[in-house]
């Protein structure tokens, strides 16, 4: 199959060529599948662990995977799919093993999933100098938040919310019902919405 393969740079490749191009001994292809999702495993793994050392761990962890796994690995599903699993999979284990259970973007935090979004909207790190110090206590506030998600709601929040991935590709990494995924999405928004609205409305005053 990998012989049929446009002939393009790996920069240019898609991520499923790259794991066939890797499979075949090409190891700049997994240098840039690395460079394409070291930072966004690391802070999925973030947000469910809600410790950075350990997410990175998680990451490395879920690139040793890969690796071992290049050699038996098809394109059934997208590519992305395929390593958020197993990235997830690490994390939970994680969890488990220690005994603990992007700056978020509040589009639709509180909404239904199928629903319009809110009108919370929350500025990016490109925010003018002194919008910076409020960005930067809005962003531990959310953080903190999510954290306080049960394991399960966290999961589905960080994947939709954060990471943008689609009600499909969720209930296949998780293994459930697309309804399962949207139920859960809507209570995680529910919680997180009780979370952070008391705060905001302490830290803004009247």
């Known amino acids: 199959m990998s012989d049929d393969l446009p002939h393009t740079t790996?920069?240019?490749a898609a991520d499923e060529d790259l794991m066939f191009?890797?499979?075949?001994?090409?190891?700049?292809?997994?240098?840039?599948?690395v460079r394409r999702?070291?930072?966004k495993i690391v802070s999925t793994a973030y947000r469910v662990l809600g410790d950075l050392d350990k997410a990175e761990d998680v990451a490395q962890e879920t690139f040793i995977r890969v690796h071992r796994n290049a050699a038996r690995y098809r394109s059934i599903a997208k590519f992305s799919t395929w390593i958020y699993t197993i990235a997830l999979n690490v994390a939970r284990n994680e969890l488990r093993n220690t005994k603990r259970k992007r700056l978020v973007s509040l589009d639709a935090f509180g909404a239904d999933a199928d629903a319009e979004p809110s009108t919370y909207e929350i500025p990016d790190e490109s925010a003018p100098p002194d919008q910076e110090a409020e960005n930067k206590q809005l962003r531990g506030i959310?953080?903190?938040?999510?954290?306080?998600l049960p394991a399960?709601?966290?999961e589905v929040f960080v994947l939709r919310d954060v990471d943008d991935l689609s009600y499909e590709e969720i209930a296949e990494i998780l293994r459930v019902p697309k309804g399962t995924?949207?139920?859960r999405i809507n209570r995680a928004r529910q919680r997180f919405r009780e979370l952070v609205e008391p705060i905001l409305g302490e830290t803004r005053g009247p």
Not at 21 to 33: H, K, N, S
Not at 142 to 148: Q, T, Y
């Open 10 to 12: 790996n920069r240019d």
């Open 21 to 33: 191009r890797y499979r075949d001994g090409d190891e700049g292809a997994f240098v840039e599948i």
């Open 37 to 39: 999702y070291k930072s």
């Open 142 to 148: 959310f953080e903190a938040a999510i954290r306080r």
């Open 152 to 154: 399960r709601y966290r």
């Open 181 to 183: 995924v949207k139920s």
